[in-house]
C-alpha cells in the first residue's frame, strides 16, 4: 500500500477462486489488498495531497497594505498577481 501512497502506482491483490458448475469453470475475483472499503478513504487522502501541493506551489503574495495619509488610513489592499 506505501508504493500506491508514495509513488501513485495503482497496486492490488486479488484472490481468485475458481468454480467448476456442470462443465462450465466460474472464477471469483476478489480484490484483497487495499481493502475496497478503503477506495473512499484513499481518494479524499490523495484530493487532500493535491490540495496541499497546490497550495504550497501558490507563490503569490497574500500580504495586506494598508496606506497611511494625514487624511486617515484606507482599509487592507492586497497586490493581485504578484
Not at 466460474?26 to 477506495?39: G, K
Not at 481518494?43 to 495531497?49: E, I, M, P, S
Not at 497550495?55 to 497586490?79: F, N, Q, V
Amino acid at each position: 500500500m506505501w508504493l500506491n501512497d508514495v509513488y501513485g502506482l495503482d497496486i492490488r491483490c486479488v484472490r481468485l477462486t475458481p468454480y467448476k458448475v456442470d462443465s462450465r469453470l466460474l472464477l471469483d475475483v476478489q480484490q484483497v489488498i487495499p481493502l475496497p472499503e478503503a477506495s473512499g478513504l484513499t481518494v479524499q487522502l490523495r484530493r487532500r495531497q493535491s490540495q496541499a501541493r497546490a497550495a504550497s506551489a501558490d507563490t503569490r503574495d497574500w500580504t495586506p497594505y494598508e496606506i497611511i495619509t494625514p487624511a486617515g488610513r484606507t482599509e487592507p489592499l492586497r497586490l493581485s498577481g504578484v
